[in-house]
């Protein structure tokens, strides 16, 4: 008999210290849970249980070659995780966390080998989202917490989201508001010198490198055992097929649509310069040309398509600077075929 996720409200502080109450209760118990954070909503159990991890893997459909992060509520919860803190991880926390950076370090023996798909290594991060800080220090144990989506499609912002996706295979979802970053964490790994980017976000790689002094970008993500998620081919995709195209002008675009009848006829798009006027208003969606509110809004957008009953989306093309590197990497994965 399929459950339905019961969510719990934020709104007040009287429901924010009972969703904590109750939620604390369930991971305590080995039960698995949607909660929120700042860059997307994660589907938690305690990280030191290895029976409470494997029940997200088989929730989400996810591969077991592919690793989890770990959420920590501060820097001495995060140094029981790993075996050493260099002084660069100690640089890269007081400069970035808490908040949208996952750290990968060589795993201490408290982390079960499902966490890091048998891997040496473990990707840790101080979220900086009230709730799930709160969350982690009542339980007292951090939390293996990918996103709260069926795995490789779209990452949920919203409670509404995790409910659609997982809502009859959890018991609770704690309602946080909408994901304030949007997409997910940047990970830096440092376990290796010079430091490695295995998966852009919106801590951009200038703001790492002003600290590291060196990079390296992550040019074999796919080889070997995976030390973050988030480094296979096609992720993040919605059920629609989605496509990146780059327009000067709407009959450019409407050219362009034309061609890929039927399915161009019943497209979604997705503009932040060029915007079409003539096609139909609910076919067309604005994101203003700010990486900042572009991530935060992309995965919703993409969402409400799905919702829409798009064949196809259509994202016009984001511009090739630092500030939309992440951007680009999810809507790039998200138009795999």
């Known amino acids: 008999m399929s ?157 509404e989201h995790v409910q659609k996706s997982l809502g009859n295979q959890i018991p609770l979802i704690v309602d946080g508001g909408a994901s304030q970053i949007g997409i997910e964490s940047t990970v830096i790994d440092l376990s290796e010198s010079p430091p490695r980017l295995l998966r852009p976000g919106m801590i951009h790689a200038e703001s790492l490198v002003a600290i590291t002094g060196d990079l390296q970008t992550n040019d074999n993500a796919h080889s070997g055992i995976l030390r973050s998620p988030g480094l296979l081919l096609k992720h993040y995709s919605p059920k629609a097929r989605l496509v990146v195209w780059q327009w000067f002008e709407e009959a450019e675009l409407l050219s362009r649509l034309s061609a890929l009848e039927p399915a161009g006829a019943r497209a979604q798009i997705i503009a932040h310069s060029v915007i079409p006027t003539t096609l139909d208003a609910s076919r067309v969606s604005v994101i203003p040309r700010d990486a900042e509110a572009f991530a935060r809004a992309l995965y919703a957008e993409l969402h409400r398509c799905d919702e829409a009953g798009a064949s196809l989306i259509v994202v016009e093309a984001v511009p090739e600077t630092p500030e939309w590197q992440a951007i680009a990497d999810r809507l790039s994965r998200a138009s795999q075929v």
């Open 3 to 159: 459950m339905r996720a019961r969510v719990l409200s934020t709104e007040t502080p009287a429901l924010f210290a009972e969703a904590v109450r109750q939620a604390a209760a369930l991971l305590r118990s080995g039960g698995v849970i949607g909660i929120p954070t700042e860059t997307v909503y994660g589907l938690a159990a305690n990280a030191f249980d290895s029976e409470a991890v494997a029940r997200i893997f088989t929730i989400k459909g996810r591969p077991g070659s592919n690793p989890v992060i770990v959420h920590v509520a501060g820097r001495t919860m995060a140094q029981r995780c790993v075996k050493a803190w260099p002084e660069v991880a100690q640089k890269m926390a007081a400069a970035f966390w808490p908040g949208p950076l996952t750290i990968v370090l060589p795993r201490s023996n408290v982390i079960p080998d499902i966490v890091t798909a048998g891997g040496a290594t473990v990707g840790i991060r101080w979220p900086s989202h009230p709730f799930v800080q709160a969350l982690i220090q009542a339980c007292d144990f951090p939390l293996a917490a990918p996103s709260a989506n069926r795995s490789g499609e779209l990452s949920p912002t919203t409670a």
